[in-house]
């Protein structure tokens, strides 16, 4: 029987995290205003009022995610992942082509990303096939779990979306490190990956016509870009040299809310969504960017305390699998907005602009509240 915590433990919520969410929205509020006034679309207001709106719809269901005992979502994980997979599948037939990917179900004016919510179905997913020790260390076992990680991936990749799936990814490794398997299973995946790189590799240098039928010569471009980023200064290269200009700008203390040079004369392609850490870089400067990244971090070492702090190993994987996922999003967006990683399209958590985006991070976090708030075990 699953315990269900009494109303009266709202001490047991950490007010934290609940805070540096709040203070992440508000930012992230003001940055997409700033970053949107001009050349987007015909209304200043357009985004930022949509923006506020995903952030309390967010506030919403994060709260409405802690109600329920987090171990009654991994108890349905079939389901879950059954309808997760579905969606990914439906994209081919009903999806909505938008940026070279077709990733997207338009229902009206708003755009949903099945992706997006097919990250928190695996770490639900995970959590529940991995919080067995002596059942998680079983090769079947493993074998039986990497398919139904690589069968969502796999789906991601064909939309195509390599950076979501780079992602999803992310998170099975670190669920899966922290589950303890065993290192000689975790030495056959990283093979088996670095097969796959190096037959990609030699089928460059071999049969290029080949190659770019499986990665899209715009893809390899975005990929390949920041390790030459002066290189090119049209394209993807034009992209991350405004990018790199922005944040060169905004040295201490930046230039201002609304004054930054590169995002007001709209020269940052996608300012108000991948690389809104390039306005925020210009406009606040080290001073905003390096408090930014000090939310982040303490959002991070939080939830680091609430894994160790679960009731069981479940909570755990849950906490682990968010923890990834953060991790991953916010290293891989900043870097490659200073040339320090590839350009993959990967939005900055509770920071770019995107309904999807900002949905699966509220969910995220209150999932993580949920493992935090019923960490101790109930006693009658």
Same mark, same amino acid.
């Given at each position: 029987?699953?315990?269900?915590?009494?109303?009266?433990?709202?001490?047991?919520?950490?007010?934290?995290?609940?805070?540096?969410?709040?203070?992440?929205?508000?930012?992230?509020?003001?940055?997409?205003?700033?970053?949107?006034?001009?050349?987007?679309?015909?209304?200043?207001?357009?985004?930022?009022?949509?923006?506020?709106?995903?952030?309390?719809?967010?506030?919403?269901?994060?709260?409405?995610?802690?109600?329920?005992?987090?171990?009654?979502?991994?108890?349905?994980?079939? $389901?879950?992942?059954?309808?997760?997979?579905?969606?990914?599948?439906?994209?081919?037939?009903?999806?909505?082509?938008?940026?070279?990917?077709?990733? $997207?179900?338009?229902?009206?004016?708003?755009?949903?990303? @099945?992706?997006?919510?097919?990250?928190?179905?695996?770490?639900?997913?995970?959590?529940?096939?991995?919080?067995?020790?002596?059942?998680?260390?079983?090769?079947?076992?493993?074998?039986?779990?990497?398919?139904?990680?690589?069968? @969502?991936?796999?789906?991601?990749?064909?939309?195509?979306?390599?950076?979501?799936?780079?992602?999803?990814?992310?998170?099975?490794?670190?669920?899966?490190?922290?589950?303890?398997?065993?290192?000689?299973?975790?030495?056959?995946?990283?093979?088996?990956?670095?097969?796959?790189?190096?037959?990609?590799?030699?089928?460059?240098?071999?049969?290029?016509?080949?190659?770019?039928?499986?990665?899209?010569?715009?893809? $390899?471009?975005?990929?390949?870009?920041?390790?030459?980023?002066?290189?090119?200064?049209?394209?993807?290269?034009?992209?991350?040299?405004?990018?790199?200009?922005?944040?060169?700008?905004?040295?201490?203390?930046?230039?201002?809310?609304?004054?930054?040079?590169?995002?007001?004369?709209?020269?940052?392609?996608?300012?108000?969504?991948?690389?809104?850490?390039?306005?925020?870089?210009?406009?606040?400067?080290?001073?905003?960017?390096?408090?930014?990244?000090?939310?982040?971090?303490?959002?991070?070492?939080?939830?680091?305390?609430?894994?160790?702090?679960?009731?069981?190993?479940?909570?755990?994987?849950?906490?682990?699998?968010?923890?990834?996922?953060?991790?991953?999003?916010?290293f891989e967006n900043v870097g490659m907005t200073m040339?320090?990683? @590839?350009?993959?399209?990967?939005?900055?958590?509770?920071?770019?602009?995107?309904?999807?985006?900002?949905?699966?991070?509220?969910?995220?976090?209150?999932?993580?509240?949920?493992?935090?708030?019923?960490?101790?075990?109930?006693?009658?």
């Open positions: 029987m699953i315990e269900r915590a009494p109303n009266k433990r709202l001490q047991d919520l950490d007010v934290l995290i609940i805070l540096i969410v709040f203070f992440l929205a508000v930012i992230s509020v003001v940055m997409v205003s700033s970053a949107s006034r001009v050349n987007l679309t015909g209304d200043p207001a357009y985004f930022y009022i949509r923006q506020a709106f995903w952030f309390m719809i967010g506030l919403i269901v994060m709260f409405l995610v802690i109600r329920i005992d987090y171990a009654e979502y991994c108890q349905h994980w079939k $389901w879950l992942y059954g309808f997760g997979v579905g969606m990914l599948m439906l994209l081919s037939i009903a999806g909505h082509a938008a940026n070279g990917a077709k990733s $997207w179900f338009q229902l009206g004016p708003v755009k949903l990303e @099945p992706a997006e919510l097919m990250k928190i179905i695996l770490i639900l997913v995970l959590a529940r096939l991995l919080q067995d020790a002596k059942t998680s260390t079983s090769f079947v076992h493993f074998l039986k779990t990497l398919v139904l990680i690589l069968l @969502p991936i796999c789906l991601v990749i064909l939309q195509p979306d390599l950076g979501t799936a780079m992602m999803m990814s992310s998170i099975a490794c670190g669920m899966i490190w922290a589950a303890g398997i065993p290192r000689r299973y975790l030495l056959i995946l990283f093979s088996l990956a670095g097969a796959g790189i190096s037959s990609l590799s030699m089928l460059y240098f071999a049969r290029k016509d080949w190659f770019f039928s499986i990665v899209h010569p715009y893809q $390899w471009e975005r990929l390949t870009m920041f390790l030459d980023p002066e290189g090119g200064k049209t394209g993807a290269g034009y992209q991350l040299y405004q990018s790199l200009l922005a944040i060169g700008a905004g040295q201490i203390w930046g230039e201002g809310i609304f004054r930054g040079v590169q995002t007001q004369g709209a020269w940052i392609p996608e300012r108000h969504t991948d690389f809104i850490f390039s306005v925020i870089a210009e406009e606040l400067g080290f001073a905003g960017a390096g408090l930014l990244l000090l939310s982040y971090f303490v959002l991070l070492i939080r939830m680091i305390k609430i894994g160790r702090e679960a009731r069981e190993p479940m909570g755990s994987l849950i906490v682990a699998g968010v923890l990834s996922m953060f991790l991953a999003q916010v040339s320090l990683t @590839p350009i993959t399209g990967i939005t900055l958590p509770l920071m770019s602009y995107g309904g999807s985006s900002i949905l699966s991070s509220m969910l995220a976090i209150g999932l993580v509240l949920n493992v935090g708030y019923r960490r101790k075990k109930i006693r009658f």
